[in-house]
Every structure is written in C-alpha cells, then in structure tokens.
C-alpha cells in the first residue's frame, strides 16, 4: 500500500519531482484530460455536476482509474465508495467500504493527507491536481502518479463526493 514519498528530497528515479500540487492546466495524460473535458461538459453553467451526471456510461473509458469517495459530515471524513482497478493494483490493496480515518488507523500518515486533500477541494468546490512520485511501502517500489480530483454535488452550495482519476507508471514519461 502507499505510505510514503520516495525518500530522496529532490527528484524521483528519472530526475522528476516527487508529488506536488499542479494546476488543473498542468494536467499532461490524456486520460484525465478527457476526465476534465466530461467534468466540465456536465457541469454546463453550475459549480460542479451532481455525482448522477458522471455515470459510469460517462466514465466508461475512465473506470479502470476512477475513485469515487463520498463526503462524509461536510467533510469530516471521506469514504471510499467505489475503487477502480488500475488504483487497487497501484496502491496495493483495494480501500473500498473505507474512510480516511480508518485508512489512517493502517497507514498513519497516508488517511491524514488524503483526509487534507478531499478537504481542500470539498471546502473550494474547485478541482486540484497532483503529479510526481511515490513509493509503494507493500515491496517499496516506486512508481509515478498523475491524479485529479474533481468535486461533485446535487447543488451549488456544496461538494457531497469527490470524483479522483488517476494514473500511474514506473517512468513519468510512461504517463504521456
């Protein structure tokens, strides 16, 4: 399972950086591009869609890399309703039926920073990037993610689930 940067400060087996926020308009892999371009088709004139309007007919292509994690409490914890497979094999383990605070009574340290992250995006109602390099605590193999994380909500007021998409490769230039 994850549980920790790769150790080196600075650059990751190729010289790129290790995990980082990016601008949504960083975003480089196709996959999640078209992720962005369906969010944002659904979401017409409103802040975010409503979890319906990204069916899993919308995400069909998606599936294999898509988390959908419900919010719990306005955002007090996160529960992991659905983990598609190219997340399981990544991370080592399938954390479906979990919350971030169970995830962090396994993993302390990892549930901590997912719980930060969904926050942020549930509290701006905004989508947030992520890109660079984790290692695997499972057989410490190290491997490099693109991952989005895209809000959605029955009405404009606030975030009820959380849409993440994600990628990963053992070469960043695998990602492309």
Request: proline share 5%.
């Amino acid at each position: 399972m994850l549980d920790r940067e790769v150790s080196d400060p600075a650059t990751g087996p190729d010289g790129s950086r290790f995990r980082h926020s990016i601008s949504v308009g960083e975003i480089q892999n196709p996959l999640l591009l078209k992720g962005l371009a369906i969010w944002r088709r659904q979401r017409g004139s409103r802040r975010f869609p409503a979890r319906a309007d990204m069916s899993p007919r919308q995400l069909a292509s998606l599936l294999r890399n898509a988390v959908l994690v419900r919010v719990l409490n306005k955002g007090e914890d996160f529960e992991f309703r659905v983990v598609g497979d190219a997340i399981v094999i990544a991370q080592g383990a399938s954390f479906q039926g979990k919350t971030t605070a169970q995830i962090e009574a396994a993993l302390p340290g990892y549930g901590r920073m997912l719980k930060r992250v969904y926050g942020l995006v549930t509290a701006s109602g905004e989508p947030s990037a992520y890109r660079g390099w984790f290692e695997r605590g499972a057989d410490g193999r190290a491997f490099f993610h693109e991952s989005l994380v895209l809000p959605l909500g029955e009405d404009d007021a606030a975030a009820d689930h959380l849409l993440i998409l994600g990628v990963y490769a053992y070469k960043a230039e695998e990602l492309r």
